[in-house]
């Protein structure tokens, strides 16, 4: 009923920068909630950042400053800025999304397919 389709990745150097974007669509009648989770080889997911529908945002403590996350509500978009990467930010990326749908007004908790980013030192 809701998808996520994430796009952005690839590969750059270090310190170089990449956009990440995920555009959620389906019967969305709220977004509550959109983030941003990584997985790197070997490791479990984690969470990147994180923004409500008010725009309260939080990070992993390890990309604050580096990393910030937007989102349009009106394009149901979010985005996340990432500069000054760094060869351990190489992982796979994923979106997901949080709200509820229409007419049932049922809550959903929805993910992207995953987009990779490699950072080369």
């Known amino acids: 009923q809701v998808q996520l389709v994430e796009s952005g990745g690839g590969l750059v150097q270090a310190g170089g920068s990449l956009r990440l974007s995920c555009a959620a669509s389906?019967?969305?009648?709220?977004?509550?909630?959109m983030g941003w989770y990584r997985r790197a080889p070997g490791k479990q997911r984690e969470l990147v950042a994180r923004?409500?529908?008010?725009?309260?945002?939080n990070y992993a403590d390890s990309v604050k400053g580096r990393f910030t996350i937007s989102r349009a509500n009106a394009k149901n978009t979010a985005y996340l800025q990432m500069n000054s990467l760094k060869p351990e930010d190489t992982a796979v990326y994923y979106c997901?999304?949080?709200?509820?749908?229409?007419?049932?007004?049922?809550?959903?908790?929805?993910w992207g397919q995953g987009t990779q980013v490699t950072v080369s030192s």
């Open positions: 997901n999304a949080v709200g509820t749908v229409t007419m049932s007004w049922d809550e959903y908790d929805v």
């Open positions: 389906g019967s969305i009648f709220s977004i509550d909630a």
């Open positions: 923004i409500s529908s008010g725009g309260t945002t």
